[in-house]
């Protein structure tokens, strides 16, 4: 496979930047689909990942969060992005180099229950205060569903970045991100 001109980069790099903004953009603006849009912009990260390793996927995560900060109008809107589907793609091409699979898995879920959690407290008090869930569902019985859409999420972007090297970078194999870490 050839390598890459710095022009090719800077151009997938702005192309991920402007795609993961623009899902940013329309989850403020199309109601029902915001989780689905958020966690469609954590993908552009991902590619980004994949052609340059953790340096390009900080740098298109830093650049989509700044240029979202700017032009969205609700600036809450970005908070599930910086915090969690911006940098999950990070953390999977981490914990993806742990070559145990359920110790993969249990840095994924502990870091998305940190995520989940923190997120819970501090919304709760500042945003939910009087409101309450159907059937007064309990903490656990939430965050089970959570981590259950969270597997989902991490399948499905697995799933995608497989798609992606095969059809755009011509690679076959395993689900990994890549295990050359180009800062």
């Known amino acids: 496979m ?14 991920c930047v ?33 052609e340059k390793g953790l340096g390009g996927g900080l740098m298109v995560y ?18 599930p992005f910086v915090f969690f589907f911006g940098i999950y793609p990070l953390i999977k091409f981490y914990a993806e180099r742990i070559k145990n699979i359920p110790a993969q898995f249990a840095v994924k879920i502990g870091c998305f229950c940190i995520v989940f959690f923190v997120a819970y407290i501090f919304f709760k008090e500042m945003f939910f205060e009087g409101i309450t869930l159907p059937g007064k569902l309990p903490g656990v019985v939430i965050a089970a569903g959570g981590i259950l859409m969270f597997v989902v999420y991490d399948y499905i972007l697995t ?25």
Do not use: H, W
């Open 62 to 79: 830093a650049g989509a969060a700044i240029l979202a900060f700017i032009l969205m109008p609700g600036k809450l809107g970005i908070l």
């Open 2 to 15: 050839s390598k890459k001109s710095g022009a090719n980069i800077i151009a997938i790099g702005g192309i």
């Open 18 to 50: 402007a795609l993961a903004t623009a899902s940013l953009y329309f989850a403020s603006f199309v109601p029902g689909v915001e989780l689905t849009l958020y966690a469609a912009s954590s993908i552009f990260v991902a590619v980004m990942v994949e």
């Open 159 to 183: 799933m995608l970045i497989k798609l992606y090297r095969r059809r755009v970078k011509g690679q076959k194999g395993d689900f990994k991100l890549s295990n050359k870490e180009k800062v």
